[in-house]
């Protein structure tokens, strides 16, 4: 794992939470806006084109 | 404790719950599509069907055990749905083109259709799904056992066991869906998303505000080390995790089954990109907190697999603990009906039916109802499946953490990955490189992984784990070759995904694939290209209609096949209820086919009746396209090159000429400036003497007079060559032509230039004697070009006794006259410039015109289709020699 890692190991608390877990669920939620904006700005540009299935032929 | 009547009704509730919810969707759904069932959020919900009861009890007991080591189970799926869904887009579309109905079909679809690949991959998925079932059912079993304190586990489980697959065949194979779509169990697995995170929560947020006095204290006095747990934190095994479970949330059979066979719409993609890691994160947040509130809270020694369970229980909570426990029911039942029916699916459609075909001949000739067996197939393998997993619980003894068990199978279905990734992405991948990879992966899986997990009870001996077989330590399973002290994860990690993805890529490298292996490949690399593709194919088969109409309603079912076989018919206009057995239809049928009992036996179906393979044109063009383009570009690249090296080259002469005409335009210009100069000084000074003060005598007068006249005529004449040479030059001159006796235009020229002649007492001869002799020229351009050439034969002759000989050679269509002088002759280096303009020959001479006599004579020459040339005998003798067309004479001009 790179060493930027290990810089968030430290013995310290933030809201009573302590660091490294408080890190990873930051980084964690970072990483669900950062993705839901880049879908965002991919349908806005037509980079996900909707694609309706025909292929449902049991309805 | 609950009493055991009120949990069993409690559990038999929220099952016809399910029923109900599961009943409904399924019959709706047959009605018409469900608006709310193709949206995206009940997609994302399907797929948190990741989160079994492993992680609902699972991750708890990680955490108290293994501090945060938890989260790279739900990180390594966050990572895959945020950056690399892109890849998931891509499993969709392919499944949808090609009709895929399980990871396995996939596989052996994309390597040539092969049977043998389905068989594989489907025996690596039921082995690594069985103890990921026994788990589920240990994890329920246990947590019946805490609510309601009974004791004997194998009987409970053997219950839940059977409840479970009673469910899935009512629901996963009530019918035969075209596309192995299930709506009705999607929903119910949305619903049960919902209510094991709502449980997960409301446990969370008990033990954190209820028991303990919020997050500060959850957390005070534990020691940091069991926060970062025993292992490195973000070392070794923690990368490992992060792998393993990004490849499980693709590779596992359920998930695959989710996500890329459920799905309805590729941009539900877009939407579980951030939704999916959001319910992970949900449904994390609060499994530290419950882990260290239970070790803080609980007595030591409880099992920390069931604080989830035991934290409401302890405090009196009976309907929280009651809630919970549902969670976990839910975690649970969900994971074992949709893994149960993805791995039916593979079973039937890869190894029961293939077998059940070849007993039963069921083709061309013989009966026999395949949708009965598919769907009886299924219900036995479902059964078979949860059969197994019971089993497993039972020879495991169930005693192992619930984490453990789950790795086990993560690392099984990481097998999948190199020949997954491989197959849609490299193009040179082929069927026998991804049966090397999946065979040594699967193999060294089971030594190091699976066969130690069952602790020397299960086919190996505890003596061969510990000591290796025959006592030989470099065979140890969790040692391999010299490999110690490793977690036995990571080790089994790098020696099976890490020996599979090598033999893969080297066997591939190595071998070549058959046809339809290259085409496969080209359809699954390059899918985004041929979407709507016209599957018209090349083969020239003749098949009978009626034999597939036969075995379309077989697999499809009697409607459904009518209905395809109508709307074939009607896209060829054909009045008939059936259809042409064009190659469109047999490809379309085989597409159909795919869809109800996977590619490879649907090919097998189809080509038994066609008695062909089906190879596409779409396939073949898209082989073909590849490579066609490459040398396209390349041919395309290579004529502009050379066109714009041929363009440069003709700029550059151009540009040459352009610069020579400029240059000779110069020195035209200055030449004719100097020769008019030259006259037009003589005549102005003449008559500036007349005009002056000066005496000028009358013999003077005359004379200046008549130097001034004679220089004007100089300056009119070669004005005149001018105008002549400029409009010969531009084409402007056009000189009829006519028969002319060569005799006449020779004398003529001579008695022009008798002055000339007599004074020098030129003696002339002229042989043979040309009369009658007519040539096709202009008379008095011929007049004129043979007095210049006379003129200067004159003029340049510097013998004591001037001669002029003019000789004439003809044949049937030329004539040449040839004027010879014995006055030196023209040199070699004059040759090449007295016919330039403004040149003049190195012979002395008393009279030197401008420099345009030969210039003008050859272009008149030139004109009237003949030439003027220099001939050389020797280097020092020369001659002029006029060529012209011969002609014959014309009567009228005799006259």
Redesign the interface.
């Known amino acids: 794992?790179?060493p930027i890692?290990?810089i968030f190991?430290v013995?310290t608390?933030l809201?009573?939470?302590?660091f490294?877990?408080a890190y990873?669920?930051v980084v964690?939620?970072l990483?669900?806006?950062?993705?839901?904006s880049l879908?965002k700005a991919?349908?806005d540009s037509d980079g996900?084109?909707?694609?309706?299935?025909t292929?449902?032929?049991?309805? | 404790m609950l009493s055991v009547d009120i949990l069993l009704t409690v559990c038999l509730g929220y099952v016809a719950l399910l029923f109900v919810i599961a009943f409904i969707v399924d019959r709706r759904?047959?009605?018409?599509?469900m608006r709310w069932l193709h949206s995206p959020v009940i997609y994302t919900l399907s797929i948190s069907v990741y989160c079994t009861s492993w992680t609902f009890y699972g991750a708890v007991g990680s955490a108290a055990r293994n501090g945060?080591e938890f989260?790279t189970i739900y990180?390594g799926p966050?990572?895959v749905?945020?950056?690399w869904?892109w890849l998931l887009?891509k499993l969709v579309?392919i499944a949808?083109v090609h009709?895929t109905t399980s990871i396995a079909d996939l596989i052996s679809s994309r390597y040539g259709k092969s049977p043998s690949l389905a068989v594989l991959v489907t025996l690596i998925a039921v082995t690594a799904t069985t103890p990921y079932i026994a788990l589920q059912l240990q994890s329920v079993t246990r947590s019946y056992q805490v609510i309601a304190g009974e004791s004997d586990g194998i009987t409970t489980a053997f219950w839940i066991a059977a409840g479970m697959a009673l469910f899935t065949i009512l629901f996963g194979t009530r019918n035969l869906?075209?596309?192995e779509?299930h709506?009705g169990v999607v929903a119910a697995i949305a619903f049960e998303a919902i209510v094991k995170l709502l449980a997960l929560i409301a446990v969370g947020v008990f033990a954190v505000w209820g028991v303990a006095g919020?997050?500060?204290?959850?957390?005070?006095d534990?020691p940091?080390e069991a926060?970062?747990g025993a292992g490195d934190?973000?070392?070794p095994r923690?990368?490992t995790l992060t792998f393993l479970s990004a490849t499980a949330v693709i590779c596992l059979p359920r998930q695959f089954q989710v996500t890329v066979v459920e799905?309805?719409?590729?941009?539900h993609?877009?939407?579980a990109?951030?939704l999916f890691?959001?319910y992970l994160?949900g449904i994390s947040?609060f499994i530290?907190p419950i882990a260290f509130v239970g070790l803080k809270v609980l007595p030591a020694g409880s099992n920390p697999d069931l604080f989830v369970l035991t934290l409401p229980l302890s405090e009196q909570q009976n309907g929280l603990a009651l809630f919970a426990f549902l969670g976990g029911f839910s975690s649970a039942t969900s994971m074992v009906i949709v893994a149960a029916i993805a791995v039916s699916t593979m079973v039937s459609n890869h190894i029961v039916m293939p077998v059940a075909l070849q007993l039963l001949s069921v083709g061309r000739n013989v009966r026999g109802d395949v949708r009965w067996l598919l769907l009886t197939s299924r219900r036995v393998s479902i059964a078979a499946i949860l059969g197994l997993g019971f089993l497993y619980f039972r020879i495991s003894g169930g005693s192992d953490a619930l984490a453990a068990i789950g790795l086990i199978a993560f690392v099984g279905v990481a097998q999948f990955l190199p020949s997954l990734i491989g197959g849609i992405f490299w193009r040179s991948a082929n069927r026998a490189g991804a049966l090397t990879g999946l065979i040594s992966g699967a193999l060294l899986w089971a030594y190091t992984l699976f066969l130690p997990s069952f602790g020397g009870d299960f086919i190996i001996s505890l003596s061969v784990i510990t000591d290796g077989p025959w006592g030989i330590a470099a065979l140890r399973p969790q040692a391999l070759f010299g490999l110690t002290d490793m977690d036995p994860l990571v080790h089994a990690v790098i020696w099976s995904v890490g020996f599979n993805a090598l033999s893969f890529v080297i066997v591939s490298s190595l071998t070549g694939a058959n046809a339809l292996e290259r085409l496969q490949s080209a359809l699954f690399v390059n899918v985004y290209r041929s979407v709507e593709e016209d599957m018209s194919n090349v083969t020239a088969q003749t098949v009978d209609t009626e034999d597939l109409f036969v075995l379309a309603q077989r697999i499809l079912g009697q409607a459904?096949a009518a209905?395809l076989f109508e709307e074939m018919a009607r896209a060829q206009g054909s009045a008939h209820d059936l259809p042409q057995a064009t190659d469109t239809v047999v490809a379309r049928l085989e597409r159909e086919l795919a869809?109800s009992i996977g590619a490879a036996s649907a090919h097998a179906m189809v080509t038994r009746i066609t008695g062909y393979q089906m190879v596409g044109m779409t396939e073949l063009i898209d082989i073909a396209s590849e490579t066609q383009q490459l040398i396209e570009t390349s041919r395309q690249l290579s004529e502009k090159s050379a066109e714009l090296e041929r363009t440069a080259q003709e700029l550059r002469n151009v540009n040459e000429r352009l610069r020579a005409l400029d240059s000779q335009k110069d020195d035209f210009l200055s030449q004719v400036s100097h020769e008019l100069r030259t006259p037009m000084t003589s005549i102005r000074s003449f008559s500036e003497l007349l005009l002056g003060d000066e005496e000028v005598s009358e013999d003077q007068q005359a004379r200046f007079t008549s130097i001034i006249h004679d220089e004007s005529q100089r300056l009119t004449r070669l004005l005149d060559e001018i105008l002549d040479i400029s409009r010969l030059e531009a084409g402007l001159l056009s000189l009829p032509l006519e028969p002319v006796e060569m005799h006449a235009a020779v004398t003529a020229a001579f008695d022009s230039i008798a002055g000339m002649t007599h004074s020098r007492k030129v003696e002339i001869d002229i042989h043979p004697a040309l009369t009658g002799l007519m040539v096709s020229a202009n008379a008095d351009r011929l007049r004129q070009v043979l007095i210049n050439v006379l003129s200067n034969a004159v003029k340049y002759n510097t013998s004591a006794k001037p001669r002029i000989e003019v000789r004439t050679v003809t044949d049937s269509k030329e004539v040449w006259v040839d004027v010879v002088d014995n006055g030196g002759g023209v040199t070699r280096a004059d040759a090449a410039t007295i016919f330039e303009k403004f040149a003049r020959g190195n012979r002395p001479s008393t009279d030197q015109g401008a420099g345009l006599g030969l210039p003008i004579s050859r272009a008149f020459m030139n004109a009237m289709n003949g030439d003027l040339t220099v001939e050389f005998v020797s280097e020092s003798v020369s001659f002029f020699r006029l060529s012209l067309a011969r002609a014959e004479a014309n009567p009228a001009a005799a006259q």
Request: proline share 6%; glycine share 12%; net charge positive.
């Open positions: 794992m790179p890692g290990a190991l013995d608390t809201f009573g939470v302590p490294p877990l990873i669920f964690w939620v990483l669900i806006v950062g993705g839901a879908v991919l349908q996900l084109h909707p694609t309706t299935d292929s449902d032929t049991s309805s | 759904s047959r009605q018409g599509p945060l989260v990180l966050t990572l749905f945020v950056g869904w887009r579309r949808k009709r869906d075209a596309n779509r709506h919020g997050l500060g204290d959850v957390f005070a534990v940091a926060i970062r934190i973000f070392g923690w990368v799905n309805i719409e590729e941009r993609l877009g939407t990109s951030w890691p959001l994160l947040l530290m459904h209905r869809g």
